[in-house]
């Protein structure tokens, strides 16, 4: 595992610097870090360079009051700079958004998007149903000072395993970036606009499910093929980390 920066922009990659111009781009989601993925960059048989990208303020990085367009305007530039031609996107949780923004705003036919792996990402209202639009309700000075910390507590000591790791990821996040990318999260995910530029604007596409999820919306709604993850959540890459590597590798490699 290596460290590659460009800017205030953090990646962490299967090689020690930037040599292919066919990559892998994964984006985590909200409260999430690269520690909690580093098991894939070992985990895949694909020759392509894989990179993950950290959000700014995770993974104790410094929060410079980036939303969600300018730091997909970041990441453009990464890849311009470095002469990227072909992408594979694989994105969970509010990750989902950044590919749409990065097509939608930057990349346009500039680079090849070959595929794109959309695991649970936010496409509509209802994904931010369960988390980001209670965070968002709340005023920013309110959850900085007290509703962070108690989410935080409330995932350390809940049973739910999931969520034992997820706080420690948390604790590693700024309380005014959960805010933030909350908040555009939701104003971003009112319409049908995203999940409408998911539909039509990503040739090859896959969208990916646990089990024990709440999926609201109805299958063909999403126009893509569909992978469920047995005996998960949200959260299968602690919850059920060999089935999910076992996913990841077999859509990276399969021929959709």
């Known amino acids: 595992m290596f460290k590659i920066k460009f800017g205030d922009v953090h990646f962490i990659s299967n090689k020690k610097k930037v040599c292919n111009t066919k ?22 048989n694909c020759k392509s360079q894989f990179f993950i990208a950290e959000l700014p303020g995770h993974n104790y990085l410094k929060y410079n009051r980036d939303n969600l367009y300018s730091y997909s305007r970041k990441i453009y530039l990464f890849l311009k700079k470095n002469k990227i031609k072909e992408i594979i996107f694989f994105a969970h949780s509010l990750g989902g958004i950044i590919p749409i923004l990065l ?39 309110i959850f900085i000072n007290n509703k962070f910390n108690s989410l935080v507590s409330k995932c350390t000591s809940s049973r739910e395993k999931f969520l034992n790791h997820w706080a420690k990821s948390l604790k590693k996040t700024s309380s005014s970036t959960f805010y933030d990318f909350s908040n555009q999260c939701v104003k971003l995910s009112q319409s049908n606009e995203l999940l409408n530029f998911f539909k039509t604007f990503f040739r090859i596409k896959v969208y990916i499910y646990g089990e024990n999820s709440q999926i609201k919306v109805p299958e063909y709604t999403y126009g893509s093929i569909r992978y469920k993850i047995k005996n998960s959540g949200h959260f299968s890459f602690f919850e059920s980390k060999l089935e999910f590597s076992r996913i990841f590798e077999k859509l990276l490699l399969k021929k959709i």
């Open 23 to 44: 990559i892998i781009l994964f984006f985590y989601g909200l409260g999430c870090s690269s520690d909690n993925f580093k098991f894939l960059l070992n985990s895949t």
């Open 103 to 141: 097509v939608k705003n930057f990349l346009k036919k500039k680079i090849l998007v070959k595929k794109f792996i959309n695991y649970e990402g936010n496409l509509t209202k209802s994904d931010t149903e369960t988390l980001t639009k209670k965070t968002a309700s709340y005023k920013k000075y």
